[in-house]
């Protein structure tokens, strides 16, 4: 999602919240992002009208969620997301992922809301 989307300027941290507690070594996937990825723990909502803010340095951010995860098979899944940065702006995406090698890939993305 962070290549797909384009969330502006004002993005300057990604706060994941995966769908299980995960190693904090899970991160070092996304140490060559143009934007830093942290966990959603380490960010805070301002409020209903206020952005996502990171708490240690106060960067604007976008709240990545991984609403839920289903193994269609061994190699092909689907997972419920949801982009978030602030009480009016998310979008909820359905993606069916596929096993390509050792990665997993999107295969489709299909926008099933939107505020």
């Given at each position: 999602?962070?290549?797909?989307?384009?969330?502006?300027?004002?993005?300057?941290?990604?706060?994941?919240?995966?769908?299980?507690?995960?190693?904090?070594?899970?991160?070092?996937?996304?140490?060559?992002?143009?934007?830093?990825?942290?966990?959603?723990?380490?960010?805070?909502?301002?409020?209903?009208?206020?952005?996502i803010?990171?708490?240690?340095?106060?960067?604007?951010?976008?709240?990545?969620?991984?609403?839920?995860?289903?193994?269609?098979?061994?190699?092909?899944?689907?997972?419920?997301?949801?982009?978030?940065?602030?009480?009016?702006?998310?979008?909820?995406?359905t993606?069916?992922l596929?096993?390509?090698?050792?990665?997993?890939?999107?295969?489709?993305?299909?926008?099933?809301?939107?505020?």
């Amino acid at each position: 999602m962070f290549k797909t989307y384009n969330y502006g300027a004002y993005v300057k941290v990604y706060c994941i919240q995966p769908e299980r507690i995960l190693p904090e070594r899970f991160l070092q996937r996304f140490s060559g992002e143009k934007i830093p990825v942290v966990w959603a723990t380490d960010c805070d909502n301002g409020g209903v009208m206020n952005s996502i803010r990171e708490k240690k340095t106060g960067r604007s951010g976008m709240r990545m969620t991984i609403v839920s995860l289903r193994f269609i098979r061994g190699d092909e899944a689907e997972a419920e997301v949801e982009a978030f940065s602030d009480g009016i702006a998310a979008n909820w995406n359905t993606l069916r992922l596929v096993r390509q090698g050792s990665k997993w890939a999107v295969k489709t993305d299909k926008l099933t809301n939107v505020s």
